[in-house]
């Protein structure tokens, strides 16, 4: 017992991988330190709002409330009873050699750790569509966090573009909340989505719960759609250009875009912390490399959207797996997993339907005109990260230094897969061959004098 | 009640809380993050340094750093993740004493 309090077990991430792990931890007598970029835990999924918002976690996350109530309870209870340190409102900014910087306040603090679990979690995967760099375009996240953070939509009349869950689930919310949505326009045509079928029918109620959704979008939704442009005035944008189906032109009017295509895992710290990554066909991603349970070596382990992205339910049992894992590498006594074991291996499956069904628009991508926006931070052109591969050939990093896509401040996060697919339709190769954009510290803005306030 | 970017669709009984946007006095709700405060009454956040096209925010979970504003003393901040305070001082453009 002494043994196990002399040893600190840091958590990034307060989302359900990073509370399942931390209770783990704790279970088996340790005091781990959670870090969150959140002011009350929950991660992204189950977001809460801040003090004084009434809403009930029915309303707010619908089908999920039990499994949310029960991972706030457990959190606080486990903060009230001193069982594990919350660092709130703080950033992992950057990693090296078995210590964290942490930015909170303005001020950065150097935390060691002789186990790390990274559950950072997700973003979403968005591709570029001409005029996206206006006002008024989101990502689907965020009109989500807008509505359940906040209780606002992002705007009067709203388009949703993309494809996956979220593109279903936000429209079917944003309706119920009473928002004026104008038109769901999904690029997987009812023919690729049928591809996912078998591997959606690994959870036949969550699949039929989908479907539910998208009844209650009747006439918005349209599915195998070709997004032209995003037109916008002075002050934002007004309207979403589109081709049906069938070729024939749209145009709807509108004030808001929100857009994604499922999930984008968030990397940078793994990758600060030594991680190996696979290019991963299935989700047209790098991701860390790990065994089964999580393990990325150096006392690194991964746990939910950061490493597979399998969902909520998944990122659960996956914080449970890294901890044990943890425990097991400091020679403590760990529950058995194989029941948790079991059950990934139900949800991996419905993840790959979920890829077939609602793939990354790959094509959409390598057709941008040369005056379309990829990199938002800097309005770098698709044509500039074409020239830039004229000259760095076709390697992710030498274009990333040649036309600066992925140096801007979100660091690549929502340019990178857009980037990697231009430069790999320019060279005649595949994303896997043309690498990816290297992680580089720190991995949010922060002022210089969060450092010299440092001593 | 209000004419900018955001319709407010819940949690309307908050307290009002005052702040200060371009030196004009507004009004936002306790709770209210500084993205939402300024876009209730406003349409943008700030201008792209890049292009002609002013920003509003993109991804809401402080990945993107699209959403980040100025504020009369100087220091830049980002509005999707900081709760407006009252009393608050936000700008939509540089500060007059910014080079």
Same mark, same amino acid.
């Given at each position: 017992m002494s043994e196990a309090s002399s040893q600190k077990v840091v958590i990034v991430g307060a989302g359900p991988a990073g509370i399942r792990a931390a209770a783990t931890l704790i279970e088996a007598g340790l005091h781990p330190v959670v870090i969150d970029e959140g002011h009350r835990a929950g991660g992204q999924i189950y977001r809460r709002p801040p003090d004084g918002f009434i809403r009930p976690p029915e309303q707010l996350y619908g089908s999920e409330a039990t499994k949310a109530r029960a991972l706030h309870a457990l959190f606080d209870q486990l903060v009230e009873a001193g069982r594990l340190t919350h660092c709130a409102g703080s950033s992992v900014i950057a990693a090296h050699e078995r210590r964290l910087h942490v930015l909170r306040e303005g001020e950065v603090q150097v935390i060691g750790y002789d186990g790390l679990i990274l559950a950072t979690g997700a973003s979403d995967r968005v591709a570029p569509v001409p005029g996206w760099q206006s006002a008024g375009v989101y990502s689907l996240g965020a009109a989500q966090i807008a509505l359940k953070a906040q209780g606002v939509a992002l705007g009067r009349h709203i388009v949703l573009i993309g494809s996956g869950p979220l593109l279903t689930l936000v429209g079917a919310q944003l309706l119920k909340a009473g928002a004026d949505v104008a038109a769901v326009l999904d690029t997987s045509s009812w023919h690729r989505q049928m591809r996912g079928l078998s591997g959606l029918a690994a959870r036949p109620i969550v699949a039929l719960r989908g479907l539910v959704l998208r009844a209650r979008l009747g006439g918005r939704y349209h599915a195998g759609v070709t997004l032209e442009r995003i037109e916008a005035d002075a002050s934002g944008i007004i309207a979403m250009r589109w081709r049906d189906a069938g070729g024939r032109q749209r145009v709807t009017q509108c004030d808001m875009v929100g857009m994604g295509w499922h999930l984008r895992a968030e990397t940078h710290l793994a990758d600060l912390t030594g991680c190996a990554f696979d290019y991963d066909e299935q989700w047209r991603q790098w991701l860390p490399q790990t065994d089964t349970m999580g393990r990325a070596g150096n006392g690194v382990y991964l746990a939910g959207d950061g490493a597979r992205l399998i969902g909520a339910d998944g990122a659960e049992i996956a914080g449970r797996l890294a901890a044990v894992a943890c425990l097991t590498d400091l020679g403590h006594a760990a529950p058995s997993v194989r029941a948790d074991l079991r059950k990934l291996t139900r949800l991996e499956r419905f993840a790959l339907g979920l890829a077939? =069904?609602?793939?990354?628009?790959?094509?959409?991508?390598?057709?941008?005109?040369?005056? =379309?926006?990829?990199? $938002?931070?800097?309005?770098?052109? =698709?044509? =500039?990260? $074409?020239?830039?591969?004229?000259?760095?050939?076709?390697?992710?990093?030498?274009v990333k230094s040649v036309s600066r896509a992925g140096m801007g401040r979100c660091q690549g996060r929502y340019c990178q897969l857009a980037a990697v697919e231009l430069v790999a339709a320019h060279a005649g190769c595949g994303p896997k061959d043309v690498g990816r954009f290297r992680g580089q510290a720190p991995v949010r803005p922060t002022p210089i004098g969060a450092f010299l306030r440092e001593d | 009640m209000n004419t900018g970017r955001i319709v407010r669709l819940a949690e309307r009984d908050r307290v009002e809380v005052q702040f200060f946007l371009d030196g004009e006095m507004r009004y936002a709700l306790a709770g209210d993050t500084v993205l939402t405060a300024m876009l209730a009454p406003g349409h943008t956040l700030r201008k792209s340094e890049f292009g002609p096209e002013p920003r509003a925010g993109f991804c809401l979970m402080g990945a993107c750093q699209d959403c980040w504003v100025w504020q009369e003393a100087g220091p830049r901040l980002r509005a999707c993740s900081t709760p407006v305070t009252g009393g608050m001082r936000l700008r939509t453009t540089a500060p007059a004493s910014w080079p």
């Amino acid at each position: 017992m002494s043994e196990a309090s002399s040893q600190k077990v840091v958590i990034v991430g307060a989302g359900p991988a990073g509370i399942r792990a931390a209770a783990t931890l704790i279970e088996a007598g340790l005091h781990p330190v959670v870090i969150d970029e959140g002011h009350r835990a929950g991660g992204q999924i189950y977001r809460r709002p801040p003090d004084g918002f009434i809403r009930p976690p029915e309303q707010l996350y619908g089908s999920e409330a039990t499994k949310a109530r029960a991972l706030h309870a457990l959190f606080d209870q486990l903060v009230e009873a001193g069982r594990l340190t919350h660092c709130a409102g703080s950033s992992v900014i950057a990693a090296h050699e078995r210590r964290l910087h942490v930015l909170r306040e303005g001020e950065v603090q150097v935390i060691g750790y002789d186990g790390l679990i990274l559950a950072t979690g997700a973003s979403d995967r968005v591709a570029p569509v001409p005029g996206w760099q206006s006002a008024g375009v989101y990502s689907l996240g965020a009109a989500q966090i807008a509505l359940k953070a906040q209780g606002v939509a992002l705007g009067r009349h709203i388009v949703l573009i993309g494809s996956g869950p979220l593109l279903t689930l936000v429209g079917a919310q944003l309706l119920k909340a009473g928002a004026d949505v104008a038109a769901v326009l999904d690029t997987s045509s009812w023919h690729r989505q049928m591809r996912g079928l078998s591997g959606l029918a690994a959870r036949p109620i969550v699949a039929l719960r989908g479907l539910v959704l998208r009844a209650r979008l009747g006439g918005r939704y349209h599915a195998g759609v070709t997004l032209e442009r995003i037109e916008a005035d002075a002050s934002g944008i007004i309207a979403m250009r589109w081709r049906d189906a069938g070729g024939r032109q749209r145009v709807t009017q509108c004030d808001m875009v929100g857009m994604g295509w499922h999930l984008r895992a968030e990397t940078h710290l793994a990758d600060l912390t030594g991680c190996a990554f696979d290019y991963d066909e299935q989700w047209r991603q790098w991701l860390p490399q790990t065994d089964t349970m999580g393990r990325a070596g150096n006392g690194v382990y991964l746990a939910g959207d950061g490493a597979r992205l399998i969902g909520a339910d998944g990122a659960e049992i996956a914080g449970r797996l890294a901890a044990v894992a943890c425990l097991t590498d400091l020679g403590h006594a760990a529950p058995s997993v194989r029941a948790d074991l079991r059950k990934l291996t139900r949800l991996e499956r419905f993840a790959l339907g979920l890829a077939r =069904a609602f793939p990354w628009p790959s094509e959409m991508v390598r057709a941008l005109p040369d005056d =379309a926006i990829v990199c $938002r931070c800097e309005n770098i052109t =698709a044509g =500039a990260v $074409r020239e830039g591969a004229d000259f760095g050939g076709g390697e992710a990093n030498r274009v990333k230094s040649v036309s600066r896509a992925g140096m801007g401040r979100c660091q690549g996060r929502y340019c990178q897969l857009a980037a990697v697919e231009l430069v790999a339709a320019h060279a005649g190769c595949g994303p896997k061959d043309v690498g990816r954009f290297r992680g580089q510290a720190p991995v949010r803005p922060t002022p210089i004098g969060a450092f010299l306030r440092e001593d | 009640m209000n004419t900018g970017r955001i319709v407010r669709l819940a949690e309307r009984d908050r307290v009002e809380v005052q702040f200060f946007l371009d030196g004009e006095m507004r009004y936002a709700l306790a709770g209210d993050t500084v993205l939402t405060a300024m876009l209730a009454p406003g349409h943008t956040l700030r201008k792209s340094e890049f292009g002609p096209e002013p920003r509003a925010g993109f991804c809401l979970m402080g990945a993107c750093q699209d959403c980040w504003v100025w504020q009369e003393a100087g220091p830049r901040l980002r509005a999707c993740s900081t709760p407006v305070t009252g009393g608050m001082r936000l700008r939509t453009t540089a500060p007059a004493s910014w080079p």
